[in-house]
């Protein structure tokens, strides 16, 4: 069964960067019509999806984070979320996630508004943005 683990969260003063990190095991099963993606959950707040790619490297963002935040993947299909401008807003827990997207419904506004449409999970990682 496909596994993900992130990594690279942490403390980061306002302003600053991260690169998030989720590897894939098991990355070979992955199809052509794969869709990968970033969530996040503020603490008291509701999980929200904030970029996906597809495996033809297309990609979506939230308004919360275009331009800022840069979703990508490599040929081993490393998923890799870098942040920048970071402001106290981004604090929460990150969780990459996957799933098959034959109906190309998942790698979209759709798809970032509906967490429960994954079913692949990371365990989270914190990002705390705090001076």
């Known amino acids: 069964e496909v596994k993900l683990v992130e990594s690279g969260g942490g403390l980061v003063q306002p302003g600053g960067s991260l690169r998030l990190s989720c590897v894939v095991s098991?990355?070979?099963?992955?199809?052509?019509?794969?869709?990968l993606a970033w969530f996040r959950q503020g603490p008291g707040k509701k999980r929200e999806g904030i970029a996906t790619?597809?495996?033809?490297?297309?990609s979506t963002y939230a308004d919360s984070v275009r331009g800022r935040f840069t979703i990508s993947r490599d040929a081993e299909n490393t998923l890799y979320l870098q942040m920048n401008s970071l402001t106290p807003e981004d604090t929460a827990e990150y969780y990459c996630?996957?799933?098959?997207?034959?109906?190309?419904?998942?790698?979209?506004?759709?798809?970032?508004?509906?967490?429960?449409?994954?079913?692949?999970w990371g365990h989270g990682i914190q990002v705390t943005v705090s001076a």
């Open positions: 098991d990355h070979a099963q992955l199809l052509s019509t794969t869709c």
């Open positions: 996630a996957l799933d098959e997207d034959y109906l190309n419904a998942l790698c979209s506004n759709y798809g970032r508004s509906h967490f429960q449409l994954f079913h692949y």
């Open positions: 790619i597809n495996m033809q490297g297309n």
